[in-house]
């Protein structure tokens, strides 16, 4: 276990040691079990989390404005222009103020090029942790609540489970590349055999690659790219296919639209489920794009653990806020 996570940021779990992410674990599985048994578990009473998001979200708010209740503290929900940021107020100044007002700074800015950079300039200057709820290159919230999900699928030695992470079709938006950077770095520290299938239009960021690969060969795991979606489900102990923009390839909007509309049969669907292993499970971080990036019948199907992944996010915050913003039992 590690006692000393008390002040400490989560900007991306490769900050984290493995025995601070297992301790997150660990800890999440504990409140997972007060909330199951409906016991008490006040451990951040009357303190203060600020949420800025910068973009819309279902999941990583609500899980950390809820979780923060359970804890018997309170979150306050921003957006830009509820803050002076949107007349230009700097990092610095947003992170001094309200480090004086509360206890932790939690943000959500996937703007690419500027996300991650933004919440460095604000974990400079905070004096309190500072929680990544998804930029441009990071979602570690996310991919601590799919270690979880596996875990409890698949038992907590996950050395040796081959885990598809598939580039899929969507017309909804161009997500963040985020999910998958996180995941290919997280799941290879676990030992896992990864293997990225994508169009060549939609790569991954070629620097958080090379880490992720050093991570593979430090913790016995293995990293393969392929660029074809039915290769990469073979054999796979978990599928996780979703969309993500081709922001690594182009940054011209046209272009990356013109590159999207070649792959629609980039889709999850049963034919393909049953070109993984038969006891395969089908993750997404959700919103899924019904009818593109998966078919109805997968994604309600019963391979699919999409709403156990999705819960394990409210316990994945609770544990690392527990921690983080220094909550006692
Ligand atoms: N998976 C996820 O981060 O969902 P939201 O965008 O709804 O927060």
Redesign the pocket.
Same mark, same amino acid.
């Given at each position: 276990m590690q006692t000393l996570l008390r002040g400490k940021h989560l900007i991306s779990l490769q900050e984290w040691t493995k025995q601070d992410i297992d301790t997150a674990l660990k800890t999440s599985s504990h409140l997972k079990m007060l909330f199951a048994n409906n016991q008490p578990h006040r451990w951040l009473q009357d303190k203060t989390a600020f949420m800025m998001f910068f973009?819309?979200?279902?999941?990583?708010?609500n899980s950390l404005e809820a979780g923060i209740t359970q804890l018997g503290g309170h979150a306050h929900d921003l957006t830009p222009d509820k803050m002076q940021l949107s007349h230009g107020e700097s990092a610095k100044d947003t992170a001094m103020v309200l480090s004086r007002f509360g206890h932790a700074i939690a943000i959500?800015n996937c703007f690419y090029g500027i996300g991650n950079t933004y919440l460095q300039d604000v974990a400079r200057w905070a004096s309190v942790p500072v929680i990544n709820?998804?930029d441009d290159l990071y979602?570690p =919230?996310?991919a601590l609540a799919d270690l979880m999900t596996i875990q409890e699928k698949f038992g907590d030695n996950t050395s040796g489970l081959n885990v598809t992470i598939s580039w899929a079709y969507a017309t909804s938006h161009a997500k963040p590349l985020s999910?998958p950077l996180s995941q290919i770095l997280l799941f290879t520290r676990y030992g896992m055999n990864v293997t990225v299938a994508a169009p060549k239009e939609f790569p991954l960021l070629p620097d958080i690659v090379n880490t992720a690969e050093s991570n593979a060969s430090s913790h016995g795991g293995n990293l393969r790219f392929v660029n074809e979606m039915d290769e990469g489900f073979r054999n796979a102990h978990v599928v996780i296919p979703k969309n993500w923009g081709g922001f690594a390839y182009t940054e011209d909007k046209d272009q990356m639209l013109a590159n999207l509309s070649k792959y629609r049969n980039w889709i999850c669907d049963e034919r393909r489920m049953g070109i993984a292993d038969p006891r395969a499970v089908y993750m997404h971080? =959700?919103?899924a794009d019904r009818g593109n990036e998966v078919t109805d019948a997968v994604i309600d199907g019963p391979q699919s653990v999409v709403y156990d992944e999705?819960e394990n996010?409210l316990h994945t915050v609770k544990g690392v806020i527990a921690l983080t913003m220094g909550g006692r039992p």
């Open positions: 973009e819309q979200s279902t999941r990583t708010r959500r709820l998804q979602h =919230l996310q999910v971080a =959700l919103p999705a996010r």
